[in-house]
């Protein structure tokens, strides 16, 4: 599976948002609101357990390394084919989402299509913003 990302339709699409501080304590909060809009899309209990699972692990590494006091970004987007999810935060240090690590490897095995980008630090900041999309295709097998 390569590492792809397929945009929702726009005009038919509907995006749901969040953002909290990255700390811990909020993966609660992304984890019920990825579960709340999976299934008012009316994905299946088994694929909302996977987009709920690859938010997980998505979330978590990017909380782990957020800068402090720094936000996490979460939409889901979705449409009658599909879901796609676009998490960011501001990372301090450079390639927070090994690419080879067992995480991610989860999030490519569960998902349809998975990338990340990392931009070079920001001095104001004082960190990398970094994003994160993967997607869920309804009807089709996700991952392999």
């Not at 909020?26 to 609101?33: E, P, V």
């Not at 599909?82 to 998490?87: D, I, K, N, S």
């Not at 935060?89 to 989860?106: C, L, N, P, R």
């Amino acid at each position: 599976m390569g590492d792809r990302v397929s945009e929702p339709a726009t005009e038919t699409a509907t995006t749901v948002g969040i953002r909290v501080p990255a700390v811990l304590e909020q993966l609660l909060m992304l984890r019920a609101l990825a579960e709340t809009v999976a299934l008012i899309a009316d994905f299946a209990v088994d694929e909302v357990t996977d987009i709920r699972l690859a938010l997980d692990e998505v979330a978590t590494a990017l909380i782990l390394d957020a800068v402090p006091g720094s936000t996490i970004a979460c939409d889901f987007s979705y449409d009658d084919r599909q879901m796609f999810v676009h998490v960011s935060s501001m990372a301090t240090s450079q390639d927070v989402v090994e690419k080879q690590s067992f995480g991610w490897h989860i999030v490519r095995t569960l998902t349809a299509s998975l990338s990340a980008m990392q931009a070079p630090f920001d001095e104001i900041i004082g960190g990398y913003p970094t994003v994160v999309d993967f997607s869920w295709v309804r009807g089709e097998t996700n991952g392999g």
